[in-house]
């Protein structure tokens, strides 16, 4: 999502559909895809799709912008999956101790691992945290605020150890090319990567680390230490 807050009334943009799939109706579609850690049970058991599975999404998009931690975020991808399928999510009182049970139970309803049972877009709408019953409600719905602060704690933390593991992979690659008929490909298999994902996590490590360097005001001389 954009935020264009340089008009008096900011407004907000969805962006990037590269993975977008138009479903038609009465067609069934089934596909594993999406970033992990904010994917539907359904798609990590490969069941058919739908609407749901977006549903899911914002409910996990809302628990991170309300907490700044992420619900079924693992250490790696398989974790993270079965986390998701397994439901292993909590309010941690760390980040949700001011957070209203309105809000949690918006969450919930989005979160819920039956997509016949999952919250849709009509009674999300209607949710009380979202279209307050009474002034009690909308006094709650004007105390939720973003976390921003722990969400850049959050965030920052996940991308170095990001950046730290691509710049040990290519340590590693670089190591293993220095030996006598090892080729590019060979060391990549040995790493057990393809060519085509390491090129694109090279890709998105040296993205994210110039946008985070020049959000916190840091130097690329932080980094040059771990290419050698």
């Known amino acids: 999502m954009l935020l264009d807050k340089n008009v008096p009334m900011p407004r907000i943009k969805v962006i990037d559909f590269g993975l977008a799939h138009k479903i038609e109706d009465g067609v069934e579609f089934k596909n594993i895809f999406g970033t992990p850690e904010f994917v539907a049970p359904e798609i990590v058991n490969y069941e058919p799709l739908g609407l749901p599975a977006d549903m899911w999404s914002i409910g996990v998009i809302t628990y991170i912008?309300?907490?700044?931690?992420?619900?079924?975020?693992?250490?790696?991808?398989?974790?993270?999956?079965?986390?998701?399928?397994?439901?292993?999510?909590?309010?941690?009182?760390e980040f949700f101790g001011s957070t209203s049970e309105l809000a949690k139970s918006f969450i919930k309803q989005l979160l819920t691992k039956d997509p016949r049972k999952r919250l849709m877009i009509e009674g999300a709408l209607n949710h009380p945290w979202i279209k307050p019953m009474n002034s009690k409600q909308a006094l709650v719905r004007r105390q939720s605020v973003v976390n921003?602060?722990?969400?850049?704690?959050?965030?920052?933390?996940?991308?170095?150890?990001?950046?730290?593991?691509?710049?040990?992979l290519c340590n590693h690659l670089t190591r293993m090319m220095k030996k006598p008929?090892?080729?590019?490909?060979?060391?990549?298999?040995?790493?057990?990567?393809?060519?085509?994902?390491?090129?694109?996590?090279?890709?998105?490590?040296?993205?994210?680390?110039?946008?985070?360097s020049l959000s916190q005001g840091k130097n690329w001389h932080i980094?040059?230490?771990?290419?050698?």
């Open 65 to 93: 912008l309300l907490s700044g931690a992420s619900p079924f975020l693992g250490e790696t991808k398989q974790e993270t999956m079965a986390n998701i399928s397994g439901m292993n999510y909590e309010f941690d009182e």
């Open 148 to 168: 921003i602060e722990n969400f850049r704690k959050q965030y920052a933390r996940r991308r170095w150890k990001f950046s730290f593991r691509i710049v040990a």
């Open 181 to 212: 008929q090892v080729s590019t490909s060979r060391a990549l298999k040995c790493a057990h990567i393809s060519s085509s994902q390491f090129i694109c996590d090279l890709i998105k490590v040296m993205r994210i680390t110039l946008v985070f």
């Open 223 to 228: 980094f040059s230490k771990w290419w050698t």
